[in-house]
């Protein structure tokens, strides 16, 4: 099967699908709804599929692009080049304020969206969770099942960490499914495209959020544990039991709230007020 696209080849390394289907992409660019000064951000362009459509609405878009061909490919774009502010970095190491710093609109809020490299969509995904004081919105193609993931509700096989920090942050609405066949190659995986609205104030009240994500990581890391066992170093049986919680519960019962309860016992056990 070719993995070349429009004079392209894919980059196994850059985990490169290009998206093709003129169906998808009109859905996609659809729901962003892209409009003239608003901070538009596209993590990963590739041969613009979702760039193209978007620039065709718009005066400006700024990409992020860590391969270099396709970087000097969209400079050069014959139509849209001069719309293009390009980034060429890693979206994992940028620094998404200084973006809206230097912005032309600073005070707008960025949107950010892109058909993501499914082999670095969650830890992208909590990097942009730190940026979410900064951005409006997110419009982005991952795998279905991390989508799923990013949605999911406490008794749900696909609950876990992902699910409970995406939520703490974000509104998670999935949008689309989207099959293999629409990108080339296709992917051996289902995709879907997922929207994430920050929230303007958290759904519960943490105190500390390294905390929160500490709590998270050791409870779901050896998921089919009891609470009593994977949270044994942070809080003993009875101080579980004082938050109303089971001790014999596991980490895919207990909600955002009962998260974040945790999170705070654990931050007042480490800070005591003084």
């Not at 660019?29 to 990963?44: F, K």
Request: glycine share 4%; net charge neutral; with cysteine.
């Amino acid at each position: 099967m070719s993995k070349t696209h429009l004079g392209h080849t894919a980059r196994k390394r850059f985990g490169q699908n290009f998206l093709h289907d003129e169906y998808v992409i009109d859905k996609i660019v659809s729901a962003i709804n892209p409009q003239n000064r608003e901070n538009l951000v596209e993590i990963g362009p590739g041969l613009g599929a979702l760039t193209d459509p978007v620039c065709e609405r718009v005066n400006q878009l700024t990409v992020v692009e860590l391969d270099r061909d396709l970087a000097k490919r969209l400079r050069h774009h014959p139509f849209h080049g001069d719309k293009l502010t390009i980034i060429e970095q890693d979206a994992l190491t940028l620094d998404f304020s200084s973006v809206l710093a230097n912005s032309s609109q600073p005070d707008e809020p960025l949107r950010v969206f892109g058909n993501l490299p499914y082999n670095i969509s969650t830890p992208l995904m909590f990097h942009l969770f730190d940026f979410t004081g900064d951005i409006k919105d997110m419009h982005f193609m991952l795998q279905k099942e991390v989508v799923t993931r990013l949605a999911a509700g406490p008794g749900s096989k696909a609950y876990g960490r992902l699910s409970v920090m995406a939520q703490y942050y974000c509104q998670v609405m999935p949008v689309l499914n989207v099959p293999p066949g629409a990108f080339k190659p296709p992917p051996k995986v289902d995709s879907a495209v997922v929207r994430l609205v920050p929230h303007a104030t958290p759904p519960v009240a943490v105190k500390s959020v390294t905390t929160l994500e500490r709590v998270c990581a050791q409870a779901f890391n050896q998921r089919r544990k009891t609470i009593r066992n994977s949270l044994k170093d942070c809080l003993d049986e009875n101080e579980i039991v004082a938050l109303g919680l089971d001790p014999t519960a596991r980490a895919e019962v207990l909600s955002l709230a009962d998260f974040a309860a945790i999170a705070n016992a654990v931050t007042e056990k480490d800070w005591p007020a003084e």
